[in-house]
């Protein structure tokens, strides 16, 4: 698998003040496309829950060598072969991983940008902030 863009060992820090990302002209992506959203989340004093949520994750081992040091972080990756981005923010003490699929690198950057200032995103939170870059069409994983 070919990581592009971002890969999963580059880590930020939450807080990008002023980081903004501009667009001059529309774009217009294809309706046929079938995104849908995931939601995974473990507690990482969780021996098991980690290991559950760390194998769903490309390059998982490099992530969990980041999260052994319990400080806050948050990062993305997108996947090229299955045009999936995945959005990992933990707090140091709970790790959460939104996983987007069906979607272009340009949208997964409007959703990294929207989600920028939102720190502590939830579940619904999050799934905001894709309808706010993408419009309503997004279909829920349950």
């Known amino acids: 698998m070919r990581e ?3 890969t999963i060992s580059q880590f930020w820090l939450s807080n990008h003040p002023g980081r903004e990302i501009h667009l001059d002209t529309p774009v217009i992506y294809s ?3 079938s995104t849908k959203i995931s939601f995974a989340t473990a507690r990482l004093d969780d021996a098991a829950a980690m290991a559950k949520f760390l194998i769903g994750i490309p390059n998982g081992e490099d992530l969990g060598k980041v999260l052994l040091n319990r400080e806050a ?9 299955t045009w999936t981005a995945r959005f990992v923010a933990s707090d140091g003490q709970v790790v959460k991983c ?3 699929t069906d979607i272009t ?4 950057e409007m959703i990294a940008a929207a989600c920028i ?4 995103l939830d579940e ?3 799934r905001e902030a ?3 870059s993408l419009g309503p069409t997004i279909d829920a994983v349950e």
């Open 4 to 6: 592009s863009c971002w």
């Open 31 to 33: 309706r046929n496309m």
């Open 73 to 81: 972080v948050s990062s993305r990756a997108y996947d090229d072969e």
């Open 98 to 100: 939104f996983a987007v």
């Open 105 to 108: 690198i340009d949208q997964a």
């Open 117 to 120: 200032d939102m720190p502590g």
């Open 124 to 126: 619904a939170g999050f």
């Open 130 to 132: 894709v309808t706010q």
